[in-house]
């Protein structure tokens, strides 16, 4: 067995491409109408479906916004440098709404950022890599 997708409801699938594609570099793999079901679905990911877990994305013609309740968390990203990663994503126009740093009772570097319908989307630091910035960041904040 493997995780194949996660399935995310949003407001405006448009808005949605574009956060998942442009700003956080997944592609758009496939997307079809059902017009029968009056709902659009897309696949998003960093690759194939045949060896990746992927997003799908579903829109529910007519319905532009949900109650994201209280049980769903976040998806999470590993990312060679947090700092960069979160610089490109706000002068992108996306909303980080937890700096890097290390986690709560923890060392893992860690940023949370909210897609257009308010999901959150972890950012984890993979490594130690990254660039010497993020090297004198996570220090200063440990």
């Known amino acids: 067995m493997r995780l194949l997708h996660t399935m995310l409801r949003v407001g405006n699938l448009e808005e949605s491409l574009k956060f998942y594609c442009d700003v956080l570099g997944m592609k758009k793999l496939r997307q079809k109408d059902y017009p029968g ?15 990746h877990s992927v997003l799908e994305l579903t829109y529910n013609w ?7 309740g209280d049980a769903y968390g976040h998806i999470a ?20 709404v937890r700096e890097p740093g290390p986690m709560k009772h923890g060392t893992t570097v860690i940023a949370f950022i909210e897609d257009p319908n308010g999901y959150k989307v972890e950012l984890i630091q993979q490594g ?12 200063a904040t440990a």
């Open 37 to 51: 079901g009056e709902f659009t679905l897309a696949f998003v990911g960093y690759g194939d479906e045949s060896d």
């Open 62 to 68: 007519g319905t532009d916004s949900y109650d994201l």
């Open 77 to 96: 990203l590993g990312v060679d440098d947090i700092y960069e990663t979160c610089d490109r994503i706000r002068a992108q126009g996306g909303k980080v």
């Open 128 to 139: 130690t890599q990254g660039s010497a910035q993020s090297q004198t960041k996570a220090a």
